[in-house]
């Protein structure tokens, strides 16, 4: 199996900063891209930032230049700074890869998900 390992979430006021970091391990797998995911009780599962291997990076529109995504291939980890934090960013924040395994000659593609972290932003 293929485990994401998730650290960096935690309390901070407005205003603040805050680095989530993420690193895939386990069973062989090839990364398509890499990133994370956000959800609030109630809304759904919305993307903050994903980047390929390559370095190419896609951004949920709410960002709006304030967090920044970067990738350790040789790794397969991935960091986000979250600057300027605002009360909305609150959530559960979810690291995600999507990799392709292969398991008795066929190749799966699908989305591996880490247990999530809490962010709470405070006035």
């Known amino acids: 199996q293929v485990q994401l390992m998730e650290s960096g979430g935690g309390l901070v006021h407005t205003g603040g900063s805050l680095r989530l970091s993420c690193a895939a391990s386990g069973s062989p797998f090839r990364l398509h891209h890499m990133g994370w995911y956000r959800q609030v009780p109630g809304r759904l599962r919305e993307k903050v930032a994903v980047i390929t291997p390559a370095g190419s990076p896609d951004y949920g529109d709410f960002v709006k230049g304030r967090f920044t995504i970067s990738i350790d291939s040789s790794k397969n980890a991935v960091s986000l700074e979250m600057n300027n934090l605002e009360l909305q960013d609150t959530a559960v924040y979810y690291c995600?890869?999507?990799?392709?395994?292969?398991?008795?000659?066929?190749?799966?593609?699908?989305?591996?998900w880490g247990q999530g972290t809490q962010v709470t932003v405070s006035s």
């Open positions: 995600t890869a999507r990799i392709t395994v292969s398991r008795a000659g066929s190749d799966t593609m699908y989305n591996q």
